[in-house]
């Protein structure tokens, strides 16, 4: 079973609707990170989540981080075609001086104009 | 922040061929790391390219599948040998550019497909 597990692995939302990505962990979450990956580009670095409860905004994308739940939401408000990509979770499970990163399963967002 | 360039961006390879990827850095970086993302599943580390020396690899990645060269700092090539259809997958160089996750940057990736 995967460490991570995004839900749902697919959305279609039509433009200007709000929508949420769930993240959950198999174990302890220290922190979390939101990438964005579009067809052919290179992964985004959206977002870091590093203590419990804590909440960050960048534009119209917000993630919370809830410790307990082992669990992450990123939500988009007012969804745009810009936002179409596929949005992957990430948590750090690295040692030695370097980080190691393990992904979710990914979520495969398309706006509808 | 780096700049990472990948080659190819994208091909089709015929089955037990082989196709050697390149990552090329715009400055020099301690960590170079080689992942893949088969269709459906989520991206999963394939090994850390070392500078001079060996890569380490892992849990399931094995060095005669997955060859890997760091030759200085700022270069690095995945060889994908005796290619299958169940290596069809998109292959994304990564470095590390200080500490913390913010820091690490990813490649365009490597779309490849075998047929």
């Known amino acids: 079973s995967q460490e991570l597990e995004q839900s749902p692995q697919s959305l279609i939302v039509q433009e200007g609707k709000n929508l949420t990505i769930n993240c959950t962990s198999s174990?302890?979450?220290?922190?979390l990170y939101w990438y964005k990956q579009k067809y052919g580009e290179g992964l985004i670095f959206l977002m870091m989540?590093?203590?419990?409860?804590e909440e960050k905004s960048h534009e119209k994308i917000t993630a919370k981080l809830d410790e307990k739940k082992q669990q992450s939401s990123l939500h988009i408000t007012a969804s745009q075609p810009s936002h179409a990509g596929i949005y992957l979770c990430g948590a750090d499970r690295g040692s030695g001086g370097y980080q190691k990163v393990t992904f979710g399963t990914g979520t495969k967002l398309q706006v509808i104009p | 922040s780096a700049v990472i360039s990948q080659k190819p961006s994208r091909d089709i390879c015929q089955r037990g061929t082989s196709l050697t990827i390149q990552c090329q850095v715009d400055s020099q970086v301690t960590m170079m790391f080689w992942y893949r993302q088969q269709p459906g599943q989520s991206l999963t580390l394939i090994a850390t390219?070392?500078?001079?020396?060996?890569?380490?690899?892992e849990s399931g990645f094995v060095i005669d599948k997955f060859p890997i060269s760091r030759p200085n700092l700022t270069f690095s090539t995945l060889t994908v040998s005796n290619m299958s259809p169940e290596d069809s997958s998109i292959y994304l160089c990564?470095?590390?550019?200080?500490?913390?996750?913010?820091?690490?940057?990813f490649g365009e990736g490597s779309w490849l497909t075998v047929v």
């Open positions: 990564s470095v590390q550019g200080g500490t913390g996750l913010d820091t690490i940057y």
């Open positions: 390219a070392n500078q001079g020396s060996e890569a380490t690899y």
């Open positions: 174990k302890t979450l220290y922190g």
């Open positions: 989540l590093q203590k419990g409860g």
